[in-house]
């Protein structure tokens, strides 16, 4: 069990360019989430994966913001034209299908936008 | 909707003190619930959980949650502190049928000599 790993770790980036993350989740895990954390908040949800397909997406996911699983492993979330409410912590989670939900969390991908 | 409120933005404990945090959540039925840690600049390691059965649950590192259903709350408490406990501490909510967390704002635990 290697954990759930994401690339990369920082990203600092101008206003207005895209940025595309990294999620490799546990390998027999078929649930990925995607998380983001600002200053002083808990993570708060932005979308998941089961499988390749992606069943629910928060309203906190704008336009920008795009997510993909394509073979079911692992994911990217691209953010377009970046903005610097955009800065915050990106955690990748991953978790089997037993129906209990226990989450397990990558060290995340800390995202500046100047 | 859930939701989950964590009172204390920051703690300060002795070292060797014991510890409770606090966590109160709003949900219709029994949901399930976690203690997660984060150290600085690093992801969330879960600490423990709750699903059915019994109320107080052992997790790693010594800490312990009781679920207290008339009260809604899911505190954690650990009896003696220690240094390198001094961390971030989420408390989070699962419903049934959902996949996703509701994550309470966190209290940032400080350890003093």
């Known amino acids: 069990d290697t954990g759930v790993s994401q690339d990369p770790r920082h990203k600092i980036t101008k206003r207005g360019q895209n940025v595309t993350f990294r999620c490799d989740p546990i390998?027999?895990?078929?649930?990925l989430y995607w998380y983001r954390q600002t200053l002083g908040q808990g993570p708060e949800f932005l979308t998941y994966f089961q499988n390749e397909a992606q069943l629910e997406k928060s309203r906190l996911l704008s336009d920008r913001f795009s997510a993909e699983r394509p073979k079911g492993s692992f994911s990217t979330l691209e953010i377009q034209r970046t903005e610097q409410g955009d800065s915050a912590m990106y955690l990748c989670?991953?978790?089997?299908?037993?129906?209990?939900?226990?989450?397990?969390f990558g060290p995340g991908t800390r995202l500046t936008v100047l | 909707a859930q939701s989950v409120t964590q009172p204390d933005i920051h703690i300060t404990v002795s070292e060797g003190a014991s510890l409770e945090l606090r966590c109160n959540y709003s949900?219709?039925?029994?949901?399930?619930l976690f203690w997660y840690v984060q150290s600085p600049g690093q992801g969330l390691q879960l600490l423990l959980k709750?699903?059915?059965?019994?109320?107080l649950v052992q997790g790693i590192k010594g800490f312990e949650a009781e679920f207290k259903r008339s009260q809604s709350s899911f505190n954690l408490r650990k009896p003696s502190v220690h240094w390198s406990d001094a961390a971030e501490y989420f408390c989070a909510v699962g419903v049934l049928r959902s996949s996703t967390l509701t994550f309470g704002k966190g209290t940032m635990l400080l350890v003093s000599p």
């Open positions: 390998s027999e895990h078929n649930r």
């Open positions: 989670a991953s978790s089997s299908a037993s129906g209990e939900n226990e989450q397990f």
């Open positions: 709750y699903f059915s059965g019994d109320t």
């Open positions: 949900y219709g039925a029994t949901p399930y």
